[in-house]
Nanobody, 127 residues
Framework: QVQLVESGGGLVRAGDSLRLSCAASGCAFSAYAMGWFRQAPGKEREFVAAIKWIGGSPYYVDSVKGRFTLSSDNAKNTVYLQMNSLKPEDSAVYFC????????????????????WGQGTQVTVSS
């Protein structure tokens, strides 16, 4: 059974940093890419970034490019989302998820194309 467990969320001030982790278990992860999404109250879940489990360049949406960095530790089956220079508009529940829909330079940004999801971790950025 595939399990994704996020951790690392919290309450910080604008300009601070957080590192989210997503620990995965239960499948052959080399076949997947991992994406991060976020959902603020009253808003739809939105794609933030994605990375291949092995190799490949990560991809970020424009609103987080230059501030967020994805990395993976394959030995620990864990992906990290380093978030720097946080802004109040980054406040949301952050989810990691696995998808088969990726290719050379392409990652799906559609919620519907992600097969497995974590439970989410809350990030709150105060102004």
């Amino acid at each position: 059974q595939v399990q994704l467990v996020e951790s690392g969320g919290g309450l910080v001030r604008a300009g601070d940093s957080l590192r989210l982790s997503c620990a995965a278990s239960g499948c052959a992860f080399s076949a997947y890419a991992m994406g991060w999404f976020r959902q603020a109250p009253g808003k739809e879940r939105e794609f933030v970034a994605a990375i291949k489990w092995i190799g490949g360049s990560p991809y970020y949406v424009d609103s987080v490019k230059g501030r967020f960095t994805l990395s993976s530790d394959n030995a620990k089956n864990t992906v990290y989302l380093q978030m720097n220079s946080l802004k109040p508009e980054d406040s949301a529940v952050y989810f990691c998820a696995l998808t088969h829909y990726y290719g050379r330079g392409y990652y799906s940004e559609s919620v519907d194309e992600y097969d497995y999801w974590g439970q989410g971790t809350q990030v709150t950025v105060s102004s």
